[in-house]
Structure formats: C-alpha cells, structure tokens
C-alpha cells in the first residue's frame, strides 16, 4: 500500500515518530510517504498568526496516519486549521497518533485524538487505529515502541 505520513511538528518530536513509522512500514512492504504540513509564522503557532504553506492531500494515499502534538491542552492550531481544509475522503483507511509531554493522557491527548478522529469520520475517513505517544522520561521508548506496534502493523494488502 502507498501510505502517506501527513503531520505537523513544532519542535520535531512528531517529526521522529512519523520518520520511524515510516521505516515500519517500509519494513513490512509499504510505500511510505512523508507529508509534513508547513507554516509561515511564528512558533509555536498561534491560531490565525501562520499560514499553512503546504496542505498535503490525502487522497493521494492508499491509507493515511495522521500525527500531531498536543499544545496548551489542546491539539495543536495547525493541525486544526489544517483539519478545516480536508477533502472528502471515501472510506480512506486512517490512523492517528498524538504527541505530548505530560505523562497524563487527560491533558490534551485523549481530546487530541479525539478531534482528529471526528473531523476525519466527518470527511468520511475510517480510522481504524489511535495512539497517543509520551514524550517525557522514562515512558517515551515504550510509547514510542507501542505506537509503532499498533499503528505500524494496521495496513494489510
Ligand atoms: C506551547 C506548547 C504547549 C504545550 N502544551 C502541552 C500540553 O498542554 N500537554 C502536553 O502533554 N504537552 C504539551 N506540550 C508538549 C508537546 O505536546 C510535546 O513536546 C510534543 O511532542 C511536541 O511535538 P513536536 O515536537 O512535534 O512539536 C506543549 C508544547 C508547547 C511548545
């Protein structure tokens, strides 16, 4: 499958994520694509302070991960704005993951992917899996691991 790597990354942590599915999933006989979305502006981004200089399609891909970061207990203002320019996408095999620093996944990353989900189901996406990855201490390997694990073996075909 041709599967599109489409994320946003601040301070490059999602970035690392994103880079390491790739090599998943060219593991197991994918065509792995990164697709970072880009901005004009300051970081971290504000909402309505950046532009978003380049707004990867979807529908170029057998099946799409998205990734973004948590900020301010929220999902990051790219992602958003990036999220209000989705085509439709008819059925398009998804998966999401979400960064964040605080070990809790109440602060931020449970709602993160949340909001990625329902703007995907509502262009009419499938996601069909969701990992939220910690970047702080002693859990990031494992979470990192873990996220490769379940997002990295969802593709068949
Ligand atoms: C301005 C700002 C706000 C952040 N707010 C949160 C937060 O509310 N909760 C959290 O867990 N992490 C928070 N983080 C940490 C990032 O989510 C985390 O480092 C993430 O992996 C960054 O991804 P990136 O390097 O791809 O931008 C924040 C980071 C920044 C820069």
């Known amino acids: 499958m041709k599967i599109g790597l ?3 990354s601040g301070t490059g942590n999602t970035r690392i994520v994103a880079e390491s599915l790739k090599e998943k999933l060219e593991s197991k006989g994918h065509t792995a694509v990164i697709d970072e979305i880009t901005i004009e ?24 991960i998205f990734g973004a970061p ?14 209000e320019k989705l085509p439709a996408m008819d059925n398009l095999k998804a998966a999401v993951f ?7 996944l109440w602060t ?17 996406a499938k996601v069909i899996g969701t990992e939220i990855v910690v970047w ?18 969802l593709f068949n075909g």
């Open 108 to 124: 931020g990353g449970t709602g993160s992917v949340a909001q990625v989900k329902s703007a995907l189901e509502a262009r009419g």
């Open 41 to 64: 502006g300051s970081t971290p981004a504000q909402a309505g302070k950046f532009e978003l200089t380049h707004i990867p399609d979807p529908c170029s891909y057998d099946a799409v």
């Open 6 to 8: 489409i994320y946003y």
């Open 136 to 153: 702080s201490g002693k859990k990031r390997e494992q979470s990192i691991r873990q996220c490769l694990e379940s997002i990295g073996n």
């Open 98 to 104: 979400i960064t964040k620093q605080l070990p809790l």
């Open 70 to 83: 948590v900020q301010a207990f929220n999902l990051n203002p790219v992602m958003k704005a990036y999220l």
